[in-house]
């Protein structure tokens, strides 16, 4: 089975203090939870489930995870227990007090002792940066060799190697020509790392990949940022979420149907999250300046995308986004875009992880659930201002290291063409189709 994801793994290391010892052992083996994760999670398993792990299974993850005698220090482990799994004083390493065999300090691996063990462990529990182990690489600090005993393949290691950051400079607002007109404008929303520009990147890529769209160079800095975009999620990078400004937008057509020369025309409003963030929890005072900019007569699509995690542990998480994105509706409202907005999408990311076979039915349901007073404000101006509700899910497939994609070959990866067919062909479905001098309906 494939190494849980962040948000179910934290689900299942909740209750680990309850776990007999078989229990343990199963999820280290079939759920490929790493030692150092049991030990390190809240509250973790106790010193008794240590003891009562037998030797060999320990001393395999001892060696698979570069563990030291440091990192049982507060467990209060027997001596008898230590000496059994690290050696006895005579075979140890005199720098590190590990036996030569599991040793992690400068003679007997690569780089700085306390930087590579730590880098190693974060590989291992799943939670470093695709930049920080690309730099170590670069400033030897850890080797090909090192990666490939924590298992990761040469394909993986060279993508590392190889891996650098997808971001573009989002223009001041006095920088970005106008909207152009007789086009859909469509919005992509959420918080900081609800996946925003990275599902505009695979709508992208997939778009260009099958030839369905023509761009358009009004706006230099959205070519730009299509091209950055393009690039780097066809190597199999995901763009970082960092910007500074408020928004971006790529200008391109998307072909209506087979016929050629029949194009809907479609503004992609990229707003990022971390300035929707502020808007909803320090108000709109700082962000008047874009109400006139978004104003035009162009219809509107929105779509929100939606964080998919368990709320029995990420509670928190899930109110604080209920609770913003309600904000963020009340601010579009406030400018005016909602009497324009002829459809909105909830999207959901992440449905490789969905627990069911219909993902469009869960998504339904999830947003209904646990997205409670969001949906139904949703609803609320859906009856108001007449605008189409919807649910869709979305994923890309699985992910390592935060910013690079496993499989990025669409023949070996079906959701890299799948969803954002799903996705495009829906929208352009719902969309009003204007012709050059006017609109067809």
Not at 31 to 50: A, D, F, H, N, Y
Not at 313 to 320: C, E, F, S, T, V
Request: proline share 3%; with cysteine; glycine share 4%.
């Amino acid at each position: 089975m494939a190494k849980l994801d962040p948000s179910l793994l934290a689900h299942v290391l909740k209750n680990v203090r309850f776990k007999t010892t078989d229990e343990l052992i199963q999820l280290m083996n079939e759920l490929e939870v790493s030692l150092m994760e049991l030990m390190r999670s809240k509250p973790g398993i106790t010193r008794e489930q240590i003891e009562n792990l037998p030797d060999e299974v320990l001393k395999e993850k001892i060696r698979q995870e570069y563990l030291t005698k440091e990192d049982f220090n507060d467990f209060s482990i027997s001596s008898e227990k230590v000496d059994r799994l690290f050696g006895t004083a005579s075979s140890v390493c005199q720098q590190c007090g590990n036996e030569q065999t599991f040793c992690s300090c400068v003679n007997h691996s690569s780089g700085n002792t306390d930087e590579a063990t730590r880098l190693k462990h974060e590989i291992i529990a799943g939670v470093a940066l695709a930049d920080d182990i690309r730099d170590a690489l670069q400033n030897r600090i850890i080797t090909e060799e090192d990666l490939l005993a924590l298992h990761l393949s040469h394909e993986l290691i060279d993508k590392i190697r190889n891996y650098h950051e997808v971001t573009c400079y989002f223009p001041d607002i006095i920088e970005l020509p106008a909207l152009r007109n007789n086009a859909t404008d469509v919005y992509f929303l959420g918080m900081p790392g609800s996946g925003k520009s990275t599902m505009l990147a695979s709508l992208m890529s997939y778009g260009d990949r099958h030839r369905l769209y023509k761009r358009n160079t009004i706006n230099r800095h959205g070519t730009e940022y299509l091209n950055d975009l393009i690039m780097g999620f066809d190597q199999g990078y995901l763009p970082k979420s960092t910007q500074l400004k408020f928004v971006n937008y790529i200008a391109v057509d998307f072909r209506h149907s087979e016929k050629e020369n029949v194009y809907q025309q479609l503004n992609f409003l990229d707003m990022a999250g971390e300035q929707f963030k502020s808007v909803a929890e320090k108000g709109v005072h700082n962000f008047r300046a874009y109400q006139e900019y978004f104003k035009n007569d162009n219809p509107k699509c929105l779509i929100f995308m939606l964080d998919y995690f368990d709320k029995r542990i990420a509670r928190q998480d899930l109110l604080r986004q209920n609770i913003n994105l309600q904000q963020v509706l009340a601010v579009l409202e406030d400018f005016g875009i909602l009497e324009r907005t002829e459809f909105v999408y909830l999207v959901v990311t992440k449905a490789d992880l969905f627990p069911t076979e219909d993902k469009t039915q869960f998504v339904k349901d999830y947003v209904e659930r646990d997205y409670g007073n969001f949906f139904m404000t949703c609803k609320e101006y859906k009856n108001k201002y007449g605008f189409k509700l919807k649910y869709f899910p979305y994923s890309i497939g699985p992910t390592v290291f935060s910013y690079i994609l496993k499989e990025s070959n669409p023949l070996d990866n079906p959701f890299l063409d799948y969803y954002p067919k799903l996705l495009s062909d829906q929208i352009l479905n719902d969309a009003t189709y204007i012709k050059p001098k006017g609109r067809w309906f």
